[in-house]
Nanobody, 123 residues
Framework: QVHVVESGGGLVQAGGSLRLSCAAS????????MGWFRRAPGKEREFVAV????????AYADSVKGRFTISRDNAENTVYLQMNSLKPEDTAVYYC????????????????WGQGTQVTVSS
């Protein structure tokens, strides 16, 4: 069993930055692909970014490409999402998830999820 916990959310003005962290316990994340997803009020959960276990393969949603950066520190069992140039439309609950086999952008393929951290971007 893997327990993941997100942190780093908060309130920020448009154009600002936040760094989200995803820490794991119970089992190392070093062999899992890790993804970030988000759910805005009244919308479906959507893919944000994914990083393979090695960190070599990375993908982003078009809406965040060039502004967000996903990274991982396997020694620290932590995954990060650096969010720059934030926009009000980035407001959402952000979730970290672990995929034990494979690598992808489909939320149903992920096995372990955190509780989420709220990100609010004011205009």
């Amino acid at each position: 069993q893997v327990h993941v916990v997100e942190s780093g959310g908060g309130l920020v003005q448009a154009g600002g930055s936040l760094r989200l962290s995803c820490a794991a316990s119970g089992r190392t994340l070093s062999r899992y692909s890790m993804g970030w997803f988000r759910r805005a009020p009244g919308k479906e959960r959507e893919f944000v970014a994914v990083i393979s276990w090695s960190g070599v393969n990375i993908a982003y949603a078009d809406s965040v490409k060039g502004r967000f950066t996903i990274s991982r520190d396997n020694a620290e069992n932590t995954v990060y999402l650096q969010m720059n140039s934030l926009k009000p439309e980035d407001t959402a609950v952000y979730y970290c998830a672990a995929q034990t086999t494979g690598w992808g952008t489909i939320s149903q393929a992920y096995d372990y999820w955190g509780q989420g951290t709220q990100v609010t971007v004011s205009s």
